[in-house]
Each structure stands twice: as C-alpha cells, then as structure tokens.
C-alpha cells in the first residue's frame, strides 16, 4: 500500500513509519517540523509542509496512488490547550477538516486516527471501555472528539472509512534503538523520570500524592510505541477489507501509579535520584486505564510489551542513546 503519514517526524509517527516501511508500504511523512524531526524520518519519502496548506495536500494526492492517510499530527499537552484554545482548535480541528477535504477531492477514502483517552473525561468506572461517557474535560480532549463527530458523519454522507484509535499512555523507544521520544518541552513521566536517572534532570516532581489510588499518586496505562503502532496496521487492513469505520481504545489494560513508575525507572537504570512531591496538577483523572478487549477481538491485536519494566527498558537505552551524543 501506500500511506501518508501526516505528523511522521513526531514520536509515534515515526515509529509508524518505520514499522510500515519494513512490513513493504511504500510510506510519504507530511510534516511541518514544528514539532518533530526531519532525521527521526529514517524511511520513505519526506514533505516538509503543513497539514493545513491545500496546496502541498493537492501536490501529494494529485497522482492519485495514496490507499491511506493516517494523521499523527495533533498538538497534544493539555495544560497548554487550556490556556490556548485557539491553537488546539486551529490546528486539532480545523486543520484536519482541511485534510479530510482534500482527501476526499482525490477520493481517498481511508483514514487512521490518533485519538486519546482525553475524549472520556473524568472516568464513571475502569477500565474504560469504548461504551464509556465521552465528556472531555479540556479543550484538547474536545478538539479530538469533535474530530471524532466529523469522522462520523463523513463515513455517512461520503463513505469516508475512519478507524480512531484512542490511545493511554504512549511510551517506551524503538528496540532497534533508532528512534525514541524526544518532545519539547517534555511534559511526559517516563521520560521526565529517566532523565533525572540519567542526570539530565535534578529531579522527579510528583505531580499529587492524596489521590483515591492505592499510594496516593495518579494511575495511568502505559503501551508500548510499537504495540501502538501494531494496532494501527492491523486496524487498517481491517478497515480496507471489511469497508467499515471502527473505533478501538488502546491500552494494556494494566494501571501503574506515578510511584510505581518511579521505582520501575530505579531498577531499571540501577540509578537512584530525587523525587519531590508536589501539588496536582490541573485536569488529571486518578485513574485511566484502557478496556482493549475490543481491538483484541477484532483486530486480533496482542501486545507484545506487556511488562511495565519492559517498556521503560527501550526508553532507558533511547536515553542512554541521547546522553552519548551529547
Ligand atoms: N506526572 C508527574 N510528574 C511529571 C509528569 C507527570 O507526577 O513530571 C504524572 C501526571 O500527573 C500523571 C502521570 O504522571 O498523573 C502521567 O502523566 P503524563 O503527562 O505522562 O501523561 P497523561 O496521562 O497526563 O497524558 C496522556 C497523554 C496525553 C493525553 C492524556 C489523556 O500523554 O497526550 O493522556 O488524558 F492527553
């Protein structure tokens, strides 16, 4: 097949790209750089541009030869998409519609997309199932669920076939080492932790210790990058063959507290390092575990990384990785 790749010099998307490359597609990343790296896009062709701009989106479709378009492009920290809204809706939501038109200008009628566990909300019960109340707190879980709505309506009115994916926490680094997370600023634990194991950071900051979990700190559920990307493939073939939208949340279905996290990274990296307690912070559930029974099922997905100490281990060399070029 071929696949557009949009947001494919970001973490998960270059993951996707590189898995995609070597199961034999023939793979194009869209990507305006704001946030990602051209030298993390080590496979298939490169177009530096934005998902917004309709001429670069024409100039790709225009040889009519893409099968698919799977969209990693979103802005994704939550605090920031509270102070500013505009910029989540404004690339979350409008720039996608633009991409969707322009998909459907060249009759491209697949599309995978990178949704989130931040549509759900504040969880009535774990783990969270796709049945599950989609009331989201923040302007960035709203940007994703209306994303969600136009999807919807698009399978209806113009056969626009859509599988989106709701992801956890996305973790963990490529085995093979070439490619791992690299946001900035990082905002997310495992990396913030491993770069105080590492020294790169002075410390840890425990974001609440006083939530209803079993030690106080927040409950999360943490997948593997690959597994992630896995999921997206299978979804995809499904997709195509069955002709038919679908929406799946991933996760391991297994909850690991902020502490517990902590002392993973400690036996991991054999480093000890600082850890402070600090007051919650704005917008974080407890608990968000995923209920992935239903991409089991039908995806027949099975995560390969199923152990926390396993994940945390690729991003421990990723880190290790970085440190020695430095
Ligand atoms: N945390 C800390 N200290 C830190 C960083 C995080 O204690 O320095 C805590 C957070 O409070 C949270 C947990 O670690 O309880 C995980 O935080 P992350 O920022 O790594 O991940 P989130 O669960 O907040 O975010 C994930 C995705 C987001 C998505 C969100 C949906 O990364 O993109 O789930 O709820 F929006």
Redesign the pocket.
Known sequence: MKILIVGGAGYIGSHMVKQLAKAGNDVITLDNLSYGYRDAVKYGEFVEGDLGDNEVLDAIFQPGDIDAVMHFAGF?Q?GESVTNPSMYYLNNVVNTHTLLDAMLRHNIKNFIFSS???IFGEPEYTPIDEKHQKQPINP??HSKLMIEQILDDYDTAYGLRSTCLR????AGADPDGELGERHVPE????P?ILQAASGRRAD?????DDYPTQDG??V?DYIHINDLCEAHSLALHRMIEKDQSARYNLGNGKGFS?TEVIDIAKEVSGNDFKVTIEPR?DG??AV?VADASLAKQELNWQPEFAELKDIVKTAWDWEINFLSKQ
């Open positions: 994704i939550v989130t566990a931040a960035y879980g992801y956890f926490n996305a905002t997310h634990l495992i913030l840890i900051k425990i974001f609440g700190t927040c999360r902020v912070r974080d559930p968000l």
